[in-house]
């Protein structure tokens, strides 16, 4: 990725004693990013189903190997056997390889969604759940996207969802929407809100002026910003 880096933690840095998280596809002036993002994202889909693809070929071939050492060794050609045996390891240490490898690539901040894309001053996140209305509480420590909390499905008049915020921990600010798969938490001198999204789509926190990093948590189902 070209202007954007990689990283498992990353950091916004606050101007204007506000933070916004919200979709970049509600945002003004943004479109270069969020297609760099989707190009990156494309790429790595054809890695996963590539491993995915040698994968079963090493499972379909080492199985294979091992019935005919069985057969082989039923039949008392134990050479014959051990060289079948030997193909056999030799397909399954290829197996254990490429599961190593698709560890690696859904590891946050390696290759694969959920990782934070570091800008200047601010960072795109994508979530392990996708598009959605998610949640954003505050603590005393910290601020919180919760992606794995179910929110009512039934909107009202004007779409809005509704929410259940009897078992969040902090202070309900409000939501924020997913719709291109991608968040960013930024500084609201940044971002220029597109004049058609409702207020309800994103969500304004507010914070002291500052560096506040970033970092998923709760098994990767939420993000934490502290404050």
């Known amino acids: 990725m070209t202007g954007l880096k990689l990283v498992k933690k990353g950091e916004v840095v606050i101007k204007s004693g506000q933070l916004i998280v919200i979709d970049p596809c509600y945002l003004d002036g943004f479109g270069s990013e969020q297609e760099e993002i989707n190009e990156f994202n494309n790429g790595l889909f054809k890695i996963h189903a590539k491993l995915q693809s040698r994968k079963t070929t090493a499972f379909s071939k080492g ?23 030997n193909e056999y390891e030799r397909f399954n240490n290829e197996y254990e390889r ?12 390696a290759l694969c969604p ?4 570091q800008a200047d001053g601010y960072v795109f996140f994508n979530n392990p759940i996708g598009d959605g209305y998610y949640p954003v509480v505050k603590t005393p420590r910290r ?7 179910p929110l009512k499905a039934v909107k009202d008049a004007e779409g809005r969802c509704e929410t259940d915020i009897e078992r969040l921990t902090g202070d309900f600010l409000g939501t924020s929407s997913v719709d291109s798969g991608t968040q960013v938490a930024i500084d609201s001198s940044k971002a220029k809100i597109r004049n058609d999204i409702r207020d309800d ?10 560096v506040h990093q970033c970092m998923f948590v ?10």
């Open 63 to 85: 199985s294979g190997a091992l019935l005919a050492s069985a057969k082989l060794l039923l039949e008392g050609r134990f050479e014959e056997a051990d060289s079948k045996n």
């Open 98 to 109: 490429i599961e190593r490898a698709k560890r690696v690539i859904t590891t946050p901040g």
């Open 114 to 117: 959920p990782f934070f894309a």
């Open 143 to 149: 601020v919180k996207v919760i992606f794995d909390y």
């Open 201 to 210: 789509l994103y969500c304004v926190v507010s914070l002291r002026n500052g």
């Open 218 to 227: 709760n098994g990767n189902y939420a993000i934490s910003i502290n404050v």
